[in-house]
């Protein structure tokens, strides 16, 4: 909750350290991974950033294969990643 409320004050470094601190405490809960991998996304400022962001999203999925905020965050961080993908 406190993460979130970060978030919505655009408070990036704040939500990505309540969300951590609140994973400590329920290491299960898909809702706060996914909601840290969109406050990794949005307050990047490194590639390290994004990679932990991509991370948490594929932490998401292999819990929850169908979530599909999560494959949408995915497929953005992976844009950003590699935004030219040799076909």
Known sequence: L???AYSQANQ????IKAFN???EL??????TRLALAYALLFEYRSKR???ESEKSFH???EAIPTY????EGL???ENLLHPLKEE
């Open 75 to 77: 497929q953005h961080v």
């Open 21 to 23: 601190r609140a994973l």
């Open 49 to 51: 950033d994004l990679m």
């Open 26 to 31: 329920q290491p299960n809960n898909q809702d």
């Open 12 to 15: 990036w470094d704040m939500s």
């Open 2 to 4: 406190l993460g979130r």
């Open 59 to 61: 932490q998401v999925l």
């Open 68 to 71: 599909q905020d999560a494959k």
